[in-house]
C-alpha cells in the first residue's frame, strides 16, 4: 500500500515539474525548436547581418536589460544589433516581438 503511494507521489511530482518547465524558442530565423530553460529568461536577437537568433538567456544580460527591445551600446558590445528579453513561455517568437522589433527597426531608421 505504501509502496503504491509512493509510486503515484513520484508520477504527480514528475508531471507537475515537466508541465512546469519554462521554455523557449532556440534557433535561427524560422528554423526554430522549442527548449527546456531553467534561467527565467527567453530572448531574440537581431544581428548585424539581419539574422536573428532565438535562445534561452544563458549570458543573464536580460535581467540586466529588463523586458523588452533594446538597441543600445551595451546590445551593439554583445554582438546584436537589437536584443528582445521576455520571462514568459515560448515567449521570444511571436507578435508581441516582432511589433516590438519593428519599432525598434523605425525608430533606428528615423533616429539617423
Known amino acids: 500500500m505504501f ?11 514528475t508531471i507537475t515539474t515537466y508541465s512546469m518547465a519554462f521554455q523557449c524558442y532556440q534557433g535561427d530565423n524560422e528554423a526554430t525548436t522549442e527548449v527546456t530553460c531553467n534561467l527565467g529568461w527567453c530572448l ?13 538567456d544563458s549570458s543573464g544580460a536580460c535581467p540586466i536589460f529588463g523586458k523588452g527591445c533594446h538597441d543600445n551600446q551595451a546590445v551593439e558590445l554583445g554582438g546584436f544589433k537589437a536584443l528582445c528579453c521576455c520571462n514568459s513561455d515560448l515567449c521570444n517568437k511571436g507578435r508581441g516581438l516582432i511589433d516590438l522589433g519593428m519599432a525598434m527597426k523605425y525608430k533606428m531608421f528615423f533616429s539617423l
Open 3 to 13: 509502496a503504491r503511494f509512493l509510486w503515484f507521489f513520484s508520477l504527480i511530482a
Open 44 to 56: 531574440n536577437g537581431t544581428l548585424p547581418s539581419g539574422d536573428v537568433k532565438y535562445i534561452c
